[in-house]
């Protein structure tokens, strides 16, 4: 196994961590929270940042290579039995408040990075069978729709005003997670209707992806209800919205105050790496599945993550995206710190727009 496919190996630590926290109590209970929100973004912090890109012959390979698709796949049963695991130990008596809301947490954390943040990366694959696993992921955080809205909406509209997960400058996080939240499930039910519209098909059928999305996630729900209970119930369901919160945050930080410019056609301008912010910080972009190489992702899709890229001109976070969502939570010091980005961004841009339409000879001079 060569080095670039073991570093992914090392995503694992944060499942096994999960693990402690759900079976030890006290301080123990906290691991990975404390791993996911402290360690990350201390090591990030410390750690050199990575600005290296594959070279084409090497891309070739690791983008054939099946065992970086296997690492993604062998995620689905850990999830999930993690999850069964977390029924388990919430119904055992004996359980304190704290111990109770670090091992909520804990699940939710899950559902974010190896729920929503796996089926992200499966979903934009062409495969049948990675589609249906993608969706399988989105089940454990409620949360199926973002399965059409980002594919169908967030990708065409992002960094515009038409994206309800692109953050605005000066938006505050806690009225973004009001407007993405609501306006991102809308926008699934839109998207759908209008496929269904365009091929002649009732929208009241099955043939709704978004009425079979509803059916499950509410068969779901009420499958845990029968096994394990209500209070169990209960619990699931406040760690699935801490899941499903933890990626809006993400949105929030991956485009914040980057917009695409309106052209006199009335349409906006193509997307490129200028529209998302990117972030080279290590340990950060491993357990993320590289998803901090945000900019090339948006710039191509469809790329795989193992061979996503970084670019000089796209927009760089001061941090990495652990750290970033934590600074989020206080609007006065995300601005102070994201502002002054963008603005240094926007020079450069400008800066080099002029130096480019400057001839050479007077460059020189």
């Not at 404390?34 to 990030?44: E, R, S, T, V």
């Not at 909406?153 to 609501?182: C, I, M, Q, W």
């Not at 096994?227 to 991956?254: C, D, K, P, S």
Request: with cysteine.
């Amino acid at each position: 196994m060569n080095t670039n496919v073991l570093k992914y190996v090392s995503i694992f630590i944060a499942p096994l961590i999960g693990i402690v926290s759900l079976t030890y109590n006290g301080w123990l209970a906290w691991a990975l929270p404390l791993y996911a929100f402290g360690f990350i973004p201390l090591a990030d912090y410390f750690a050199p940042a990575s600005e290296k890109n594959m070279s084409a012959a090497e891309e070739e390979i690791a983008k054939n290579d099946p065992i970086y698709d296997w690492l993604l796949y062998s995620i689905i049963p850990v999830h999930y039995a993690t999850l069964v695991y977390f029924f388990y130990v919430m119904g055992q008596p004996g359980l304190s408040t704290a111990d109770m809301i670090a091992k909520v947490f804990t699940m939710g954390i899950g559902c974010s990075i190896f729920g929503i943040n796996v089926a992200h990366e499966l979903g934009h694959r062409a495969k049948k069978s990675e589609k249906m696993m993608s969706k399988m992921l989105l089940l454990t955080s409620m949360y199926m729709h973002f399965f059409i809205e980002h594919n169908r909406g967030h990708h065409k509209n992002v960094s515009t005003d038409d994206d309800p997960a692109s953050s605005r400058l000066n938006e505050p996080l806690y009225t973004f997670l009001f407007r993405s939240v609501v306006f991102s499930y809308v926008s699934a039910w839109n998207l759908e209707n209008t496929r269904l519209r365009k091929k002649g098909i009732a929208l009241l059928s099955f043939n709704n992806e978004m009425i079979r999305f509803s059916l499950i996630q509410v068969a779901f729900v009420a499958l845990i209800f029968v096994l394990w209970g209500a209070t169990i119930t209960m619990y699931f369901l406040i760690a699935a919205t801490i899941g499903f919160l933890l990626l809006e945050v993400v949105n929030y930080i991956e485009h914040y105050g980057l917009r695409r410019k309106k052209l006199e056609n009335g349409r906006w301008s193509k997307v490129t790496q200028h529209h998302s912010w990117n972030s080279n910080y290590a340990l950060g972009r491993i357990m993320l599945f590289e998803l901090t190489r945000h900019s090339d992702h948006h710039y191509k899709a469809s790329r795989k993550y193992q061979v996503l890229r970084h670019f000089d001109d796209s927009p760089q976070m001061p941090f990495g995206y652990p750290a970033m969502m934590l600074i989020s939570l206080v609007p006065p010091l995300f601005f102070k710190i994201m502002n002054k980005q963008i603005e240094e961004y926007q020079l450069n841009l400008l800066q080099e727009d002029v130096k480019q339409r400057v001839p050479k000879e007077i460059q020189l001079a």
